[in-house]
């Protein structure tokens, strides 16, 4: 199992960063995946999962109408839209499939003027 996040990097408050997440090693399209964060000295939390198909979605409230996650699973790739980024959006985003005990190695966002 592989996962390779990619998108992150620097962007001022307010603006919007789109990270994605390369899946292979398993049947992509048979597991929900989800994004997770980690800022600075906190422990990683549950930003936006996704069930197998795209049937639905769940948001952590402090991100809910400001993110949204998609995923084609002809690319093998979920998707996380991220808008309005507030400077407490600052963290190293990790995507990972339900069940799966695996992480990658996560693409940084950082929002600050």
Do not use: H
């Amino acid at each position: 199992v592989q996962l390779v996040e990619s998108g992150g990097g620097l962007v001022q408050p307010g603006g919007s960063l789109t990270l994605s997440c390369a899946a292979s090693g398993f049947t992509f399209r048979n597991y929900a995946m989800s994004w997770y964060r980690q800022a600075p000295g906190k422990e990683r939390e549950l930003v936006a999962t996704i069930t197998s198909r795209g049937g639905s979605t769940y948001y952590a409230n402090s991100v809910k109408g400001r993110f949204t996650i998609s995923v084609d699973n002809a690319k093998n790739t979920v998707y996380l839209q991220m808008n309005n980024l507030k400077p407490e959006d600052t963290a190293v985003y990790y995507c990972k499939p339900g069940g799966l005990e695996v992480w990658g190695q996560g693409t940084l966002v950082t929002v600050s003027s």
